[in-house]
């Protein structure tokens, strides 16, 4: 019987039966269970949110202190029974501590102890606005800049602090195609004197090679990758000061409960803000495993891809002949159409040379003041529509706008599938808009489902001598984005983070529109001075 159960319990212990011929089996050692487990508390009255415990038991090896910050924390293990946390929640707060005593061959005993914590902190008011907006705000990576993610080490030889990934700065969009420029990180003012984070991530998470096989049960493939993680639901976003001694620094701390994290799984979830403005910030944060130091910029204005180049040249007009426009490439709107146009505008559109005429290697149109046909003004509106559409590409248009108080010359496209689907559900792409009531600005907008009538899809731009200087303003249509951009600089890119049918009608062909109107919604009041003023457009190209 005794040789059984000396049997039994090595199989119970080392998971295999090792059979002997021998009819004694050696015993193994003695299993202690801690005893007389007891812990003593300071809670420290500053403020500052320290709390130092010193557990003890009779024939405990160690110790492991579940401090209660969040239900999935690690423990801090401890040989002597003396541990010290932060806890950095602000205001009064309970908290339920679980120190576990462990003895020889893994036994253990347990108990809690319920504290409660006064925290004296509170977070600077701006950094509270430039990270929320004092509601909730959306980060995304700065892709396009030099340093977005990198590494290096905490300390240099000398022991001073590093500032800076000295080993490792990713250079503008390297990680293009990955998971993780995908990733839209939202921060929540709730209020209350609380703050809330979430991560959303599309489903697949980018990590660092060290940390997947415990992560995600895989073996690592030696180099960083996207694997399907779940990041779903609402983190606590606890801020404490901290003296790093990196700089800069804003000397303000982040911490997210329940494992959360800042895009790149790193496995931890406290991050240091070095500095932040209303549209970018920079953090650290150290690498557990390694102690590395990581670096991460974010930017709240969603950073674009890099746009395709689009060089055969499929369609133009370089408006060489003088006379009418070439019947070949153009077509006209003619009249006031619904409620002017839709937008209120009061002229009438003819096809006449007083109004359009190509002449001295330039298309002229020309806004003008005379009564016809029941208005008070006339110009002209050209399209290729039914002569040339494309779908993807570039468009490079060489223009002078007009000026003058009440014009609006525009440079545009429209969904070919107007005809059937109607307004806005074939999307509009306004490359250049001029308000002559605005002079030295010109906008670029999208017109959706999502986003229609007064589009929030819109950006403007400052210009100089735009009425009596040329500028090439073009659009870059790829599939998924859309660039807008003035004498080839990029000012406004929309990339719906969800594209369908609401956000994105932009898979199919769309045809050019030139035109000058007046007045209007976007126009506003007519200078009663105004006589006439003309667009002039030196050519249209279209790339593919």
Known sequence: MKNILYLFAAFLFFGTIVWSCQEEVPELGTLYVPTNLGVSVDIQSDGSG??????????????????????????FVSSDGKASNFYKKTGTNDYLVKIVAFGAGGVSS?????????????????????????????????????????VGPQFNDAGEVVSDPT????APNEKEGLCLYEDVLTFTDNGDGTFGYTLENQGDTFFHTDEIQDAVGEPSPGYDACYA???????DVLFSPTDSGVNPSTGINMEFTNGGFMSYYLNS???????????EMKVRVIQKRNGLAWYHIFTSEKTASPDPEFTDLVWQDEFDTDGAPADANWNYDIGTGSNGWGNFEEQYYTDRPENVIVADGVLKITARKENFSGKGYTSARLKTQDKFDFTYGRVDVKAKVAGGGGTWPAIWMLGSSITTVGWPKCGEMDIMEYVGNKPGYVQS????????????????????????????????????QISFLI???????YKPAEQNDSTWPFDAPQFLILNVAMGGNLGGAIDPNFTESTMEIDYVRVYQ
């Open 50 to 75: 320290l709390v130092n415990f010193q557990a003890s038991a009779t024939d405990a090896l160690n110790y492991h202190f579940y401090f209660g910050n969040s239900p999935s924390e690690d423990p």
């Open 110 to 150: 347990s108990i809690t102890e319920e504290i409660t914590v006064f925290v004296d902190f509170e977070v600077p008011s701006e950094i509270i606005k430039a990270l929320t907006n004092n509601g909730s705000k959306e980060w995304y990576w700065k892709q396009d800049v030099s340093g977005h993610l990198g």
């Open 167 to 170: 080993y490792y700065a990713a």
């Open 229 to 235: 993680y779940d990041t779903t639901g609402n983190k």
């Open 269 to 279: 979830s406290s991050y240091e803000i070095m500095y932040i403005t209303d549209t």
């Open 445 to 480: 907008a999208i017109h959706t489902p999502s986003s229609s009538g007064a589009t929030v899809n819109v950006k403007s731009t400052t210009i100089e001598n735009e009425t009596t200087e040329f500028h090439v303003y073009s659009v870059i249509w790829s599939e998924g």
């Open 487 to 493: 004498d080839d600089q990029r000012f406004y890119t």
